[in-house]
Protein backbone atom coordinates (compact mmCIF):
# COMPACT_ATOMS: atom_id res chain seq x y z
CA UNK A 1 0.00 0.00 0.00
CA UNK A 2 1.30 3.33 -1.01
CA UNK A 3 0.38 6.85 0.69
CA UNK A 4 -2.72 7.16 -1.40
CA UNK A 5 -3.87 3.98 -0.02
CA UNK A 6 -3.58 5.17 3.50
CA UNK A 7 -5.31 8.78 3.10
CA UNK A 8 -8.08 6.93 0.99
CA UNK A 9 -8.52 4.73 4.43
CA UNK A 10 -8.61 7.40 6.16
CA UNK A 11 -11.28 9.95 4.34
CA UNK A 12 -13.27 6.43 4.55
CA UNK A 13 -12.40 5.04 7.82
CA UNK A 14 -11.14 7.88 10.04
CA UNK A 15 -15.04 8.67 11.74
CA UNK A 16 -14.43 5.15 12.99
CA UNK A 17 -11.01 6.01 15.15
CA UNK A 18 -11.93 9.62 15.86
CA UNK A 19 -15.86 7.88 17.48
CA UNK A 20 -13.49 5.43 19.40
CA UNK A 21 -11.32 7.86 20.99
CA UNK A 22 -14.49 10.24 22.09
CA UNK A 23 -16.09 7.24 23.39
CA UNK A 24 -13.51 5.95 25.34
CA UNK A 25 -12.22 9.03 26.33
CA UNK A 26 -15.55 9.89 27.93
CA UNK A 27 -16.19 6.78 29.71
CA UNK A 28 -12.76 7.37 31.40
CA UNK A 29 -13.40 10.75 32.33
CA UNK A 30 -16.92 9.54 33.74
CA UNK A 31 -15.54 6.65 35.46
CA UNK A 32 -12.82 9.22 37.03
CA UNK A 33 -15.73 11.67 38.68
CA UNK A 34 -17.50 8.42 39.87
CA UNK A 35 -14.63 7.36 41.91
CA UNK A 36 -14.07 8.60 45.52
CA UNK A 37 -11.18 10.94 45.91
CA UNK A 38 -8.58 9.05 48.17
CA UNK A 39 -5.44 10.92 50.23
CA UNK A 40 -2.27 9.45 50.84
CA UNK A 41 -0.59 10.73 53.96
CA UNK A 42 3.49 10.52 53.89
CA UNK A 43 5.81 10.48 56.92
CA UNK A 44 9.27 9.72 57.03
CA UNK A 45 11.39 8.80 60.03
CA UNK A 46 15.34 8.89 60.05
CA UNK A 47 16.66 6.41 62.58
CA UNK A 48 20.34 7.55 63.39
CA UNK A 49 23.05 5.77 64.73
CA UNK A 50 24.31 7.76 67.81
CA UNK A 51 27.66 7.40 66.30
CA UNK A 52 29.41 6.86 62.91
CA UNK A 53 30.39 3.18 63.94
CA UNK A 54 30.40 0.36 61.31
CA UNK A 55 29.39 -1.96 63.88
CA UNK A 56 26.43 0.02 64.85
CA UNK A 57 25.29 1.12 61.70
CA UNK A 58 25.35 -2.43 60.16
CA UNK A 59 22.82 -3.32 63.63
CA UNK A 60 20.62 -0.62 62.55
CA UNK A 61 20.11 -1.94 58.83
CA UNK A 62 19.29 -5.54 60.52
CA UNK A 63 16.82 -3.62 62.87
CA UNK A 64 14.81 -1.64 60.05
CA UNK A 65 13.06 -4.59 58.89
CA UNK A 66 11.79 -5.34 62.58
CA UNK A 67 11.03 -1.69 63.51
CA UNK A 68 8.72 -2.25 60.19
CA UNK A 69 7.13 -5.33 61.96
CA UNK A 70 6.55 -3.36 64.85
CA UNK A 71 4.95 -0.62 63.61
CA UNK A 72 2.61 -2.72 61.81
CA UNK A 73 1.36 -4.86 64.78
CA UNK A 74 -2.29 -4.16 65.57
CA UNK A 75 -1.09 -3.67 69.57
CA UNK A 76 -0.05 -0.29 67.78
CA UNK A 77 -2.74 0.19 65.66
CA UNK A 78 -5.26 0.38 68.51
CA UNK A 79 -3.25 2.54 70.37
CA UNK A 80 -3.37 5.00 67.34
CA UNK A 81 -7.19 4.52 67.49
CA UNK A 82 -7.42 5.24 71.08
CA UNK A 83 -5.28 8.69 70.59
CA UNK A 84 -7.23 9.48 67.97
CA UNK A 85 -10.90 8.21 69.06
CA UNK A 86 -11.09 6.77 65.62
CA UNK A 87 -13.95 4.93 64.62
CA UNK A 88 -11.76 2.08 63.26
CA UNK A 89 -10.88 -1.51 64.35
CA UNK A 90 -7.03 -2.23 64.09
CA UNK A 91 -7.80 -4.61 61.03
CA UNK A 92 -9.10 -1.33 59.04
CA UNK A 93 -6.48 0.87 60.33
CA UNK A 94 -3.49 -1.83 59.47
CA UNK A 95 -5.21 -2.19 56.27
CA UNK A 96 -4.56 1.59 55.38
CA UNK A 97 -1.49 2.34 56.67
CA UNK A 98 1.52 0.94 55.41
CA UNK A 99 5.29 1.09 56.48
CA UNK A 100 7.99 0.71 54.37
CA UNK A 101 12.02 0.63 54.62
CA UNK A 102 14.91 2.58 52.82
CA UNK A 103 17.60 1.11 54.04
CA UNK A 104 19.77 3.03 51.99
CA UNK A 105 18.94 6.47 53.67
CA UNK A 106 17.89 4.24 57.36
CA UNK A 107 14.56 5.68 56.64
CA UNK A 108 10.91 4.18 57.57
CA UNK A 109 7.87 5.32 55.67
CA UNK A 110 4.15 5.65 56.73
CA UNK A 111 2.21 5.84 54.42
CA UNK A 112 -1.71 5.93 55.46
CA UNK A 113 -4.82 5.86 52.57
CA UNK A 114 -8.03 7.21 53.17
CA UNK A 115 -10.81 9.64 51.77
CA UNK A 116 -10.04 12.17 54.09
CA UNK A 117 -6.82 13.61 53.76
CA UNK A 118 -6.69 15.37 57.34
CA UNK A 119 -7.64 12.19 59.36
CA UNK A 120 -4.81 10.37 57.31
CA UNK A 121 -1.81 13.33 58.65
CA UNK A 122 -3.29 12.91 62.16
CA UNK A 123 -2.73 9.08 61.94
CA UNK A 124 0.93 8.84 60.51
CA UNK A 125 1.73 11.90 62.97
CA UNK A 126 0.72 9.69 65.49
CA UNK A 127 2.39 6.27 64.47
CA UNK A 128 5.49 8.43 63.84
CA UNK A 129 4.76 9.77 67.74
CA UNK A 130 4.06 6.55 69.18
CA UNK A 131 7.29 4.89 67.62
CA UNK A 132 9.89 8.31 68.46
CA UNK A 133 8.80 7.51 72.07
CA UNK A 134 8.95 3.60 71.90
CA UNK A 135 12.93 4.37 70.68
CA UNK A 136 13.53 6.38 72.93
CA UNK A 137 12.20 4.29 76.11
CA UNK A 138 14.59 1.48 74.36
CA UNK A 139 17.43 3.84 74.73
CA UNK A 140 16.89 5.04 78.17
CA UNK A 141 19.20 2.43 79.69
CA UNK A 142 21.72 1.95 76.50
CA UNK A 143 24.65 4.28 77.14
CA UNK A 144 25.04 8.06 74.30
CA UNK A 145 27.40 5.92 72.59
CA UNK A 146 25.42 3.00 72.00
CA UNK A 147 21.75 4.50 71.20
CA UNK A 148 19.93 4.52 67.92
CA UNK A 149 17.69 7.50 67.11
CA UNK A 150 14.27 7.95 65.60
CA UNK A 151 13.39 11.71 64.12
CA UNK A 152 10.56 12.64 62.22
CA UNK A 153 11.85 14.44 58.92
CA UNK A 154 8.81 17.48 58.61
CA UNK A 155 5.38 16.76 59.17
CA UNK A 156 2.89 14.72 57.24
CA UNK A 157 1.66 15.74 54.26
CA UNK A 158 -1.39 14.44 52.11
CA UNK A 159 -1.54 14.24 48.27
CA UNK A 160 -4.63 12.70 46.43
CA UNK A 161 -3.60 9.65 44.73
CA UNK A 162 -7.32 8.65 42.98
CA UNK A 163 -8.57 9.53 40.66
CA UNK A 164 -6.15 10.72 38.12
CA UNK A 165 -8.61 11.82 35.75
CA UNK A 166 -5.97 13.72 33.08
CA UNK A 167 -3.77 10.31 32.52
CA UNK A 168 -7.04 8.20 32.87
CA UNK A 169 -8.32 10.21 30.01
CA UNK A 170 -5.34 9.58 28.47
CA UNK A 171 -5.31 5.93 28.43
CA UNK A 172 -9.19 5.97 27.42
CA UNK A 173 -8.04 7.95 23.98
CA UNK A 174 -4.63 5.65 23.52
CA UNK A 175 -6.93 2.51 24.02
CA UNK A 176 -10.04 4.25 21.19
CA UNK A 177 -7.36 5.07 19.09
CA UNK A 178 -5.94 1.31 19.20
CA UNK A 179 -9.27 0.02 19.04
CA UNK A 180 -10.48 2.22 16.07
CA UNK A 181 -7.35 1.51 14.25
CA UNK A 182 -8.30 -2.50 15.01
CA UNK A 183 -11.94 -1.88 13.68
CA UNK A 184 -10.46 -0.19 10.48
CA UNK A 185 -7.79 -2.66 9.51
CA UNK A 186 -10.63 -5.10 10.10
CA UNK A 187 -12.78 -3.69 7.98
CA UNK A 188 -10.68 -2.83 5.46
CA UNK A 189 -9.12 -6.56 5.01
CA UNK A 190 -12.46 -7.96 4.86
CA UNK A 191 -13.16 -5.19 2.09
CA UNK A 192 -10.16 -5.67 0.17
CA UNK A 193 -11.37 -7.32 -2.67
CA UNK A 194 -14.17 -6.27 -3.04
CA UNK A 195 -14.66 -3.84 -6.37
CA UNK A 196 -17.45 -1.30 -5.56
CA UNK A 197 -16.19 1.98 -7.43
CA UNK A 198 -14.23 2.67 -10.42
CA UNK A 199 -11.14 3.94 -8.12
CA UNK A 200 -11.31 0.22 -7.00
CA UNK A 201 -11.11 -1.74 -10.20
CA UNK A 202 -8.01 1.03 -10.99
CA UNK A 203 -6.38 0.26 -7.87
CA UNK A 204 -6.35 -3.77 -8.06
CA UNK A 205 -5.76 -3.74 -11.88
CA UNK A 206 -3.69 -0.88 -11.55
CA UNK A 207 -5.62 0.11 -15.21
CA UNK A 208 -7.17 2.81 -16.20
CA UNK A 209 -11.10 2.32 -16.81
CA UNK A 210 -12.15 3.68 -19.83
CA UNK A 211 -15.81 3.24 -20.25
CA UNK A 212 -18.72 1.64 -17.40
CA UNK A 213 -21.67 0.23 -18.24
CA UNK A 214 -23.98 2.36 -16.51
CA UNK A 215 -27.15 0.89 -14.27
CA UNK A 216 -30.22 -0.30 -16.12
CA UNK A 217 -33.17 2.04 -14.88
CA UNK A 218 -36.16 0.62 -13.28
CA UNK A 219 -39.37 1.22 -15.37
CA UNK A 220 -41.75 -1.76 -13.63
CA UNK A 221 -42.84 1.16 -11.34
CA UNK A 222 -43.66 3.32 -14.08
CA UNK A 223 -45.50 1.39 -15.73
CA UNK A 224 -47.82 0.01 -12.95
CA UNK A 225 -48.64 4.16 -12.54
CA UNK A 226 -49.26 3.75 -15.95
Keep these: MNISDYVRI ?17 SAFVFS ?3 TPLYRSVQKIAIQPARNDFG ?3 TLVDLLNSYQSWMSTY ?18 LVAVAKVSVDRNNNILEVDVDLTNGQVADSIAAEYTALFVRWRTQQNQPLQLADRINA ?9 RIRPTTGPNVAAGALLGLILGSTIVFVVETLGAN ?3 RTADVERVLQLP ?3 AIPAVPDYSNRNAVQ
Design 56 to 58: LTQ
Design 75 to 92: TLAQQVIDALSLDMTPDQ
Design 33 to 35: KMQ
Design 194 to 196: VVR
Design 10 to 26: IRRRGWIVVLAIILTSA
Design 209 to 211: VLS
Design 151 to 159: APLDTPRNG
